[in-house]
């Protein structure tokens, strides 16, 4: 590894201008988790590390049942699944931070490292496009949103531009008769990447027998995460039943543009994608209509 700058700036202008003076040989650290690795093993040389471990803004995190909820870039998973409110009000949320490697590693890792590591297999960012969560970013020209179904560009890229950071991402509040879930297929439990990850997010009608809108996302089956609207879109309307569900899985697979890896196989991906949408749709319809569904804290309780 190559000899670097650490710098833990106390303000965010002040991280802007480090950032912007280091150009393509500077990068912001939110945890770590992965950006150690990578510059361990080579995968790109910095001349500066910008721990944004300090700056406040970076750390917030705060619910309400008006305004929704902002999570810090810099805010670690554990705070996150540690907070009660949050919990109960985005359990499809919990249900990917708090499998994303160990506990250990769930102590430094951030979703805003996740989003920002921009890689296809991102488990929060299906989570996060279903929830509708948008980027705040600011640079040296000042501030802008993104949502996040727009954020990655390609595989390790992103929409960030010279000298931006990723402040945090900020989410509506869930509404009455709501329901998200995310599942992911993996060889081993933790400490590794998905081979298809599943995101969905809905609302049901006022009696609970029919879809009044869906989201669903998927990881780990094209260059980056995929937000499919079409799928979502075939559900508004639709009765909750069976058959309205496998449609929207036959739509998924659809539009998966998986390739053949190490992972798994390309048909192997494809069939993982509809296996795992059906089962994440009626998963977020059981808690949209308040049953019990247990998100991987709850199910590592006991």
């Given amino acids: 590894m190559k000899d670097f700058e650490y710098t833990t700036p106390k303000t965010l202008d002040e991280a802007i201008g480090l950032l912007s003076e280091s150009g393509k040989r500077g990068r912001v650290m939110a945890g770590g988790t ?33 305004t929704g909820l902002r999570i810090g870039a810099a805010v670690p998973c554990y705070r996150i699944y540690g907070d009660e409110a949050i919990t109960e009000a985005y359990p499809g949320l919990i249900d990917a931070a708090a499998i994303i490697g160990g506990i ?45 179904e727009d954020f990655c560009t390609a595989p390790g890229s992103n929409v960030l531009e010279d000298g931006e950071i990723l402040i945090g991402f900020h989410m509506p509040a869930p509404k009455a008769r709501s329901g998200a879930h995310y599942q ?21 009608s006022e009696d609970g027998e029919h879809f009044e809108s869906a989201r669903i996302a998927l990881a780990a089956v094209a260059p980056t995460p995929l937000y499919l609207a079409e799928a979502g879109s075939l559900l508004a309307g639709r009765p909750v039943s069976d058959e309205s569900i496998e449609e929207a899985a036959k739509a998924a697979q659809a539009m998966a543009r998986p390739i053949t890896d190490m992972r798994g ?9 509809g296996v795992l949408t059906r089962r994440v749709l009626s998963g977020a319809v059981d808690r949209a209509r308040g049953k019990f569904v247990p998100n991987a804290v709850q199910e590592a309780a006991g």
């Fill in 34 to 66: 992965d950006l150690l690795v990578q510059l361990r093993g080579g995968r790109f040389a910095l001349d500066r590390v910008i721990d944004g471990k300090a700056i406040a803004e970076l750390n917030e995190l705060s619910y309400s049942a008006e």
């Fill in 184 to 204: 992911r297929f993996i060889p081993r439990y933790e400490m590794d990447i998905a081979v298809v990850g599943v995101g969905a997010a809905l609302q049901l």
């Fill in 265 to 273: 196989t390309k048909e192997f991906r494809i069939h993982l994608t």
């Fill in 104 to 148: 250990q590693i769930q102590g430094r890792a951030t979703l805003g490292g996740n989003v920002c590591n921009s890689s296809p297999s991102g488990d929060t960012i299906p989570a996060l496009i279903v929830l509708e969560a948008v980027c705040e970013i600011a640079g040296p020209n000042g501030r802008r949103e993104v949502a996040v």
